[in-house]
């Protein structure tokens, strides 16, 4: 199991809840809204107080999950943030680096529950079915299935993500 999908279902267990708002609350991180065209989110350190900016102008489902891989950088990567440099998102899951996939990973795991994605693939269902029955990007659903594939469990891949999913996706969960 990666640090990513370790430090998620810590924080599912801690709190009970999978929704990243509720647990940047509860984490006493402040979550913003602003307004932007390009610009899905970022995640900041301001006077030792952790931010997440999250872009008002998406969906819901959007929101959900910039809100979460933001939550992944502040919790993975705080020797980057210690600098008072904001991590800002424009291709906001541009995996050619580590830092991005782990955040990715991160939110992956903390949206998608791995026995509701089993039975829904159990049930029938393709990727694209399933990304949108549990209201997630396909592309996240990948790599959902990625980090489940690392700890062993038989689940099938049909396609790798994209590098920057959501620099490029439409607004909606069976956006590939």
Do not use: W
């Not at 872009?55 to 502040?74: D, F, I, K, V």
């Not at 906001?92 to 990973?105: G, K, P, R, V």
């Not at 790798?160 to 999913?165: E, I, L």
């Amino acid at each position: 199991m990666t640090d990513a999908t370790a430090r998620a279902e810590e924080l599912i267990a801690l709190f009970g809840t999978r929704d990243p708002f509720r647990i940047a609350s509860l984490l006493e991180i402040t979550v913003k809204y602003i307004n932007t065209r390009r610009q899905k989110g970022l995640c900041a350190v301001i006077a030792d107080a952790p931010f997440i900016f999250v872009n008002r102008n998406m969906s819901e489902q959007m929101q959900r999950l910039t809100c979460a891989h933001e939550l992944g950088h502040l919790l993975l990567h705080e020797r980057i943030l210690q600098g008072n440099q904001p991590l800002l998102e424009y291709e906001l899951f541009n995996m050619q680096t580590s830092a991005e996939y782990e955040a990715n990973a991160f939110a992956a795991s903390l949206l998608i529950d791995a026995d509701d994605l089993n039975e829904l693939l159990d049930q029938g269902a393709d990727m694209i079915q399933a990304a949108s029955s549990l209201d997630v990007n396909v592309n996240l659903l990948m790599i959902r299935i990625l980090e489940l594939q690392k700890q062993g469990i038989p689940i099938q891949a049909p396609f790798t993500p994209k590098d920057a999913f959501l620099g490029t996706i439409e607004d909606k969960a069976d956006s590939i």
